[in-house]
């Protein structure tokens, strides 16, 4: 599993076929759960910005897209426009002990905690009008992820020293 040909199919599954999958399938087991989020910051690496640069962020996503398999999604919305966002999105496994978000119609309600083993990370922009600026980043990672009832914290870290972390509380916990 650590060969380059297979760690690179994982992460590009992770970060894709969840785009696919988790846009409201109707199925049980497969969904999004997201919440506003009472503080929140993350860090990543921005093209040309050295160091990473550190930004707020107002909710969380988690998209469930094959039972044990996670997207965890932190949106940043821009003050330019209502549709203006950043995203950073860590992909990954959910560890064997922790049950899978419990989902019906689409609308899934997490089993806390969740700990996931993180294989890839993403970021993507939106401009005012709601349409991606660029291609999405997408890079292979390693890290984890700890989702709480209130708390959320996620870092990975790319093959090259890349750093990515977010930290953020839930601004109404529900099912603890």
Known sequence: MDSP???LLLGATLL????VLAADAPDDGFGRWESPLQRCQLQWPRQGQQPPQQSPCLKIRVDQ????????RFINGLASSRYASEELTFAGLLLQQDQPMR???GSCKP???LRLRVHGVASRRFDPRGLAERLPHNQLAKGSCQLEAALL???????EGERWQA????S???ER
């Not at 897209?65 to 965890?72: D, F, H, P, Q, S």
């Open 153 to 159: 914290q996620c870092q990975a870290r790319g093959s």
């Open 172 to 174: 109404d916990p529900v």
């Open 5 to 7: 040909p297979m760690a």
């Open 103 to 105: 989902c019906r119609g």
């Open 167 to 170: 930290s953020a509380q839930i």
């Open 65 to 72: 897209t094959i039972e044990g398999m996670l997207r965890v």
């Open 111 to 113: 089993s806390w905690p």
């Open 16 to 19: 894709t076929m969840g785009q």
